[in-house]
């Protein structure tokens, strides 16, 4: 279940208060502002909202690829908000799955090897580390592509291999920026079937922004940011109190 | 290493940039082997100079000379074992270019004090007996091909002039490696007996042994004491002081080559970091998707850092290659101008030392740059 009231003491992940305030040329620019949200195991949530208003921020602090100017997130009881940059990044390695829109795959490497990448920082042994890509190509239906290297591969091939680096080292929970924002209808579709199965079958939590309605339609829930302030439901209201609504 | 396929494929992406900048390393690696060679050889004199023995000159210069009377009072003084002299001949062998050094010496002492020169007894018996005869380094016999027995003619412009005869009863060769073997040798008497009458029983410089090192500068001092005050008076040094102070004579070769070495990998320095910086620029989303699925800082650098010191190791791999080719030619091209061209392990471990440490210091900026990428701003680039 997600709530955007801050209601609620479980959850997968909890945000509170969140604020994220940038300062350029001298003024601050509230990109978020006293923010909740609570996200039960499982849940496939679509972010939406107009250019700046603080989608992908939202996305890089429940990541732990930024810190908020204030307010907490706790995942899976682990408070981020105030690791240090170490701890931050050995918790990403554990906890977060990161699909990108523009697949930022490692060019001189071929799917095998970029989708072990996650691995080679665990004490799995080689024969495990392969076992564990081999499923995650096989999930992602490119068992056959595993020794290609991306430029041998379709966007949207390579955007599966992103997804398969993504889910290997089973992590807590995928964030997914933009994932069809730089794919035909034809393969949009095809990835975010992907995604539906990676939580319908094996029931990843999936958190995604994303521009387009129709993708956003697959999500089991749609939340507007507008003006930094966290919205539920697919009909925006113009007016929003600050923290959101229940 | 698991990280090593990931390391090799990003030095590899660019290939010709990867030639060019592992090039840099072997030819900066080549040329400090020359320059390092060319040193020593200009410093060998003092290196192989004997802890026992002492040089005696002219004070007023080595090219004044002293009287042959000298040399019953120096061996009086307590703690000197043997005495020799030696003359400078200054001769050309056929051409000008043929220059090697050739010296009158006394065959009666010369062995006694240059114990390290080996001469086969046959050969020295035979030399003994030949007022013409000549001993020639194993090397000058070789760049030669001089055989026992050959005539060899020597133009002198000193001395009279003219062209003086010799017949090649020996050669020598050095217990070491270092041991120069481009000398020629030929006998006092000869040579006393062409000479114009005014430098008759005059010599160029005397070598002597000292029982005991440590006397050295005692007997030193006692020696230029002893000729104090009279027309010819002396100088008295160590070896391996005389040998430097020769070296002096060409000017400061030790800051100029030192000068060179460090303007060389100066370069290089900026040449590879340069190269890294592109190289680390280039790759600002790769590395900020390597933070965010987490890589640390640390293994951040460490990537940088390896790929630098790879390409460095590399290069300084080829650059001792090509060093231990083209090394020896350069010793043929010098032959007779300086002591034998030697390529120890110690300077080509002393210059992969440098350009490794070269190496990691080029990447140590780049890498530093990489660790404090902030993974939200470079994906934003992408």
């Known amino acids: ?246 | 290493m698991k990280f090593s396929r990931i390391i090799w494929a990003n030095i590899t992406r660019k290939k010709v940039r990867l030639l060019l900048t592992i090039g840099s390393f072997a030819v900066a690696l080549v040329l400090f082997a020359f320059l390092a060679v060319v040193r020593d050889a200009f410093n060998r004199g003092a290196d192989v100079a004997g802890a026992d023995r002492l040089v005696v000159i002219n004070r007023t210069s080595i090219i004044n000379l002293i009287p042959l009377s000298y040399r019953d009072k120096i061996l009086r003084i307590p703690g000197v074992t043997y005495v020799t002299h030696n003359n400078w001949f200054g001769g050309i062998y056929q051409e000008e270019k043929n220059f090697f050094p050739q010296f009158v010496i006394d065959p009666q002492s010369q062995r006694d004090v240059f114990p390290e020169l080996i001469v086969p007894d046959d050969q020295w018996k035979t030399f003994l007996n030949d007022r013409q005869g000549a001993i020639a380094g194993a090397k000058t016999a070789e760049r030669f091909h001089w055989k026992i027995g050959d005539r060899i003619p020597i133009k002198t412009t000193l001395y009279g002039g003219g062209a003086w005869e010799f017949n090649l009863d020996g050669i020598y060769h050095g217990k070491r490696a270092q041991d120069d073997e481009t000398q020629f040798w030929f006998q006092w008497d000869y040579f006393e007996e062409r000479i114009p009458q005014a430098i008759k029983g005059q010599i160029g410089w005397y070598v002597l042994r000292v029982q005991n090192p440590d006397d050295a500068p005692r007997i030193a001092k006692a020696i230029d004491e002893e000729f104090a005050n009279s027309p010819n008076e002396t100088k008295t040094q160590t070896e391996s002081a005389f040998a430097a102070n020769w070296v002096k004579q060409f000017g400061n070769i030790q800051t100029l080559i030192l000068s060179i070495g460090t303007v060389v990998f100066f370069t290089l320095i900026l040449v590879t970091g340069n190269t890294m910086a592109i190289s680390v620029r280039e790759r600002t989303g790769e590395l900020a998707v390597f933070k965010a699925i987490g890589y640390s800082d640390i293994f951040i650098l460490f990537f940088v850092l390896a790929e630098a010191l790879l390409i460095a190791i590399i290069g300084a791999a080829i650059g001792v290659g090509l060093s231990l080719m083209l090394i020896p030619a350069l010793g043929k091209a010098l032959s007779g101008l300086l002591p034998s061209i030697v390529l120890s392990p110690g300077m080509l471990v002393f210059g992969v030392g440098i350009a490794v440490f070269t190496g990691l210091l080029s990447g140590l900026l780049p890498g530093i740059g990489a660790m404090q990428l902030r993974v939200v701003n470079a994906l934003r680039r992408v």
């Not at chain 1, 849940?43 to 100017?69: H, R, Y």
């Not at chain 1, 701890?87 to 072990?116: C, D, S």
Request: glycine share 10%; aromatic share 4%; proline share 4%.
């Open chain 1, 1 to 246: 279940m997600v709530k955007v009231d801050g209601s609620t003491s479980s959850g997968l992940i909890q945000v509170r208060d969140l604020d994220k305030t940038y300062r350029r040329a001298g003024e601050d620019i509230h990109v978020l502002q006293g923010l909740n949200l609570d996200v039960s195991k499982g849940e496939f949530i679509a972010f939406m909202g107009p250019s700046g208003s603080g989608k992908t921020t939202l996305l890089n602090l429940l990541g732990g690829l930024d810190v908020p100017t204030r307010g907490s997130i706790t995942v899976a009881g682990d408070e981020i908000t105030h690791m240090s940059a170490g701890k931050l990044t050995e918790w990403r390695a554990r906890h977060v799955g990161f699909v990108f829109q523009m697949y930022n795959l490692i060019p001189v490497l071929t799917a095998f090897q970029n989708v072990e990448l996650p691995l080679l920082l665990t004490k799995l042994s080689k024969a495990e580390r392969r076992s564990h890509v081999e499923t995650a190509l096989s999930v992602v239906g490119l068992a056959d592509r595993m020794h290609h290297f991306p430029r041998q591969l379709s966007g949207g091939q390579e955007q599966r291999v992103t997804i398969a680096r993504a889910i290997v080292s089973d992590p807590t929970f995928l964030l997914c920026d933009e994932p069809t924002g730089d794919l035909d209808r034809k393969s949009a579709d095809e990835i975010m079937a992907l995604i539906e199965e990676l939580v319908g079958t094996h029931h990843k939590t999936v958190l995604m922004v994303t521009h387009d309605p129709v993708v956003a339609a697959r999500a089991n829930t749609t939340l507007h940011l507008e003006k930094g302030v966290l919205v539920e439901g697919k009909n925006l209201p113009h007016s929003v109190p600050a923290g959101g609504v229940a």
